[in-house]
């Protein structure tokens, strides 16, 4: 499996393994694809890569700039993130995750942010101090890549508002 750089090709691909991915998903509101494409035409998409083995994509992350008190600051969100249902499990997106944090903090980001699963996002954690009020608190989580900590209110990119 190699992780790359989206290209323009993908775009259906991406967005077929990310309703898939997330179909059943309790939470979901079936939006994430829309999301995805609301941040790829906004210019928002910092980081999109995808995870394939041969010719076939098998999963997608990405990473798009947040706000935090209404200014730019170097912090990322992420998210939407899938994989394709028959492949889930296998530590794709786990992988597609490391290589997005380690592309970001080469970049000098400062942190990463998103709303998720406690017990799937273990590696990320509260950060007092900063807050999303879109959310309960416990499933806004981030993780610092450089520097110190931030503190206020969290706003994702409007993207995150496509239906």
């Given at each position: 499996m190699q992780i790359r750089n989206e290209c323009p090709d993908d775009r259906a691909i991406i967005g077929g393994i990310t309703r898939a991915a997330f179909a059943t998903h309790p939470f979901?509101?079936?939006?994430?694809?829309?999301?995805?494409?609301?941040?790829?035409?906004?210019g928002a998409l910092h980081l999109s890569l995808?995870?394939?083995?041969?010719?076939?994509?098998l999963g997608h992350a990405a990473f798009s700039p947040v706000e935090i008190d209404g200014r730019p600051g170097g912090w990322y969100g992420l998210g939407p993130i899938s994989v394709r249902?028959?492949?889930?499990?296998?530590?794709?997106?786990?992988?597609?995750l490391r290589e997005g944090l380690a592309q970001?903090?080469?970049?000098?980001?400062?942190?990463?942010?998103?709303?998720?699963?406690?017990?799937?996002?273990?590696?990320?954690?509260?950060?007092?101090?900063?807050?999303f009020d879109g959310a309960p608190?416990?499933?806004?989580?981030g993780l610092v890549l450089n520097g110190p900590r931030a503190t206020g209110s969290v706003t994702f990119h409007p993207g995150f508002g496509a239906h």
């Open positions: 979901s509101q079936q939006t994430e694809a829309e999301i995805i494409d609301a941040l790829r035409d906004a995808v995870a394939e083995e041969g010719q076939d994509i249902p028959d492949r889930q499990r296998q530590g794709i997106g786990g992988a597609l970001l903090k080469d970049q000098g980001a400062a942190g990463v942010v998103l709303v998720g699963d406690p017990a799937y996002y273990t590696r990320f954690g509260p950060l007092p101090g900063l807050r608190a416990h499933y806004f989580m």
